[in-house]
C-alpha cells in the first residue's frame, strides 16, 4: 500500500523567495506523480504531471522533479508571491492512487 | 471546456439520514474518481471508474456507500444511513484515461449533525 509524506506540512516565507516542497513516497512502481494546490474551500487545481519516464516538469515559476527510484519528488517555487499562498498536494498514481496530506504554504507581502 | 460538474455545493443533514451527490465528468473523459476529504487531510479514493466498470473500491464503506455511473458519464454517491465521521468534503475527478492528468470539481461540503 503507497505512504505518501509531505514535508513541510506548514511554511511561511516572505514574498520574493525561492522555495522547495518535498514529497515522498514508498512505492516506486508509479506511473506519474501530480502536483496540485488547494485553496481553502475550493476543489484541487492540477499544476504539474510528470510521467515516470520523466525527471522533471517545469511550468512557469513551478518546477517539479521526480526520482522514482528514491521515492522522492520536489516542487520548486521560484519567485514567490501572496497569491501563492494555498496548499500543496501530491499524488503518486501506480496501482492505487495516493495522496499526501499537503503542505500549508502562506507568502507574506 | 467546460470542467467537472458537482451539486450540490453544501449538504447539510442527520445522522442516519440518507444522501446523495452527483458529478459530470469533462466531455470525453473516460475515468472518473470519488474522494472523501477530511479537514487536514488529503484525498482519499473512494471508487474509480472507468467507463461504466468499477476499477478500484477498496477503500469504499460498502455497508454504507454505494456509487454508479450510468452510461459511462454521469455519476452518483450515496450515503445510506450517515454517520457523524462522514462529515467531509467529497471530490469528483476525470480524466481521459487511467493514470491520465486528474481534474477536480468544486466539491460537496457534506455535515453530518
Known amino acids: 500500500k503507497q505512504e505518501v509524506t509531505q514535508i513541510p506540512a506548514a511554511l511561511s516565507v516572505p514574498e520574493g523567495e525561492n522555495l522547495v516542497l518535498n514529497c515522498s513516497f514508498t512505492d516506486s512502481a508509479i506511473y506519474n506523480l501530480q502536483w496540485f494546490r488547494q485553496d481553502p474551500g475550493k476543489g484541487l487545481t492540477s499544476l504539474l504531471l510528470i510521467q515516470s519516464s520523466q525527471r522533471e516538469q517545469t511550468s512557469g515559476r513551478l518546477n517539479a522533479s521526480l526520482d522514482k527510484s528514491s521515492g522522492r519528488s520536489t516542487l520548486y517555487i521560484a519567485a514567490s508571491q501572496p497569491g501563492d499562498s494555498a496548499t500543496y498536494l501530491c499524488?503518486?498514481?501506480?496501482?492505487?492512487?495516493?495522496f499526501g496530506a499537503g503542505t500549508r504554504l502562506t507568502v507574506k507581502p | 471546456e467546460a470542467g467537472v460538474a458537482q451539486s450540490p455545493r453544501y449538504k447539510i443533514i442527520e445522522k442516519r439520514q440518507s444522501v446523495a451527490f452527483w458529478c459530470n465528468p469533462i466531455?470525453?473523459?473516460?475515468?472518473l474518481y470519488w474522494y472523501q476529504q477530511i479537514l487536514g487531510q488529503g484525498p482519499k479514493l473512494l471508487i474509480q471508474f472507468q467507463n461504466n466498470g468499477v476499477v478500484d473500491d477498496s477503500q469504499l464503506p460498502k455497508d454504507r456507500f454505494s456509487a454508479e455511473r450510468l452510461k459511462g458519464v454521469d455519476s452518483t454517491l450515496k450515503i445510506q444511513p450517515a454517520k457523524l465521521e462522514d462529515s467531509a468534503v467529497y471530490l469528483c475527478a476525470s480524466s481521459l484515461q487511467t493514470s491520465y492528468e486528474q481534474y477536480f470539481g468544486p466539491g460537496t461540503r457534506l455535515t453530518v449533525t
Open positions: 499524488a503518486p498514481s501506480g496501482n492505487d492512487m495516493r
Open positions: 466531455s470525453g473523459h473516460a475515468t
